[in-house]
């Protein structure tokens, strides 16, 4: 059964940076897209990011581009999601989610559908 690690949430000041790592387990297979979702108190949860096996596809939502950069260490098994200039609004729960699949092109950002397997989540606070 896979397992979702989420790790480097905290508390920082707008316009500062941090980095979640989300990290696999209990599976050696690199056949994982790999989605960050957020959920903001009193709001529906959002995709934020997602990366695909091969790493070569990339999403963002709109209000995150530019700002954070998605990344995989497949010999690491874990995720990364830098994340820089934060404002107050990227406040949130931030969770990464897994989707098994043999397209190494393909990941979802808009939907949480397909992500099988959720990690606990980290929380995020932007704050001054």
């Known amino acids: 059964q896979l397992q979702l690690v989420e790790s480097g949430g905290g508390l920082v000041q707008p316009g500062g940076s941090l980095r979640l790592s989300c990290a696999r387990s209990?599976?050696?297979?690199?056949?994982?897209?790999i989605g960050w979702f957020r959920q903001a108190p009193g709001k529906e949860r959002e995709g934020v990011s997602c990366?695909?096996?091969?790493?070569?596809?990339?999403k963002y939502t709109d209000s995150v581009k530019g700002r954070f950069t998605i990344s995989r260490d497949n010999a690491k098994n874990t995720v990364y999601l830098q994340m820089d200039s934060l404002k107050p609004e990227d406040t949130a729960i931030y969770y990464c989610?897994?989707?098994?699949?043999?397209?190494?092109?393909?990941?979802?950002?808009?939907?949480?559908?397909?992500?099988?397997?959720w990690g606990q989540g980290t929380q995020v606070t932007v704050s001054s």
């Open positions: 989610a897994a989707d098994f699949t043999f397209d190494l092109a393909m990941c979802a950002v808009t939907s949480s559908r397909g992500y099988e397997y």
């Open positions: 209990g599976s050696t297979s690199p056949y994982y897209a």
């Open positions: 990366i695909s096996v091969s790493g070569g596809t990339t």
